[in-house]
């Protein structure tokens, strides 16, 4: 039995901040990759930013300098701190673990998406 919970999320005017967090519960061996998608109206799911168990970070084009993705293994937990937010940021957020679970198994979970509006 694995969960994430995200937590986080809301509404905020052009150049503020908000800091994403996820964090994970369960029957969990280790965890490899964390990362963080979005999703907007109209448009694919695609990702924001990942992060290695190593700590190796990368982001995509449009948030590069603006957003850092950041984790912490003993609690389990990936955060995702957004500054000088854009409109276009607007979209519904997703954290995805790719994790070995307590019996072994390989598979990737996905948080229930957590909302992101930037507006004035």
């Known amino acids: 039995q694995v969960q994430l919970v995200e937590s986080g999320g809301g509404l905020v005017q052009p150049g503020g901040s908000l800091r994403l967090s996820c964090a994970a519960s369960g029957s969990i061996f280790t965890i490899d990759l964390m990362g963080w998608y979005h999703q907007a109206p109209g448009k694919q799911r695609e990702l924001v930013a990942g992060?290695?168990?190593?700590?190796?970070?990368n982001y995509a084009d449009s948030v590069k300098g603006r957003f850092t993705i950041s984790r912490d293994n003993a609690k389990k937990m990936v955060d995702l701190q957004m500054n000088s937010l854009k409109p276009e940021d607007t979209a519904v957020y997703y954290c995805?673990?790719?994790?070995?679970?307590?019996?072994?198994?390989?598979?990737?979970?996905w948080g229930q998406g957590i909302q992101v509006t930037v507006s004035s």
């Open positions: 992060i290695t168990s190593g700590g190796n970070t």
């Open positions: 995805k673990l790719d994790l070995v679970r307590s019996d072994y198994v390989s598979y990737d979970y």
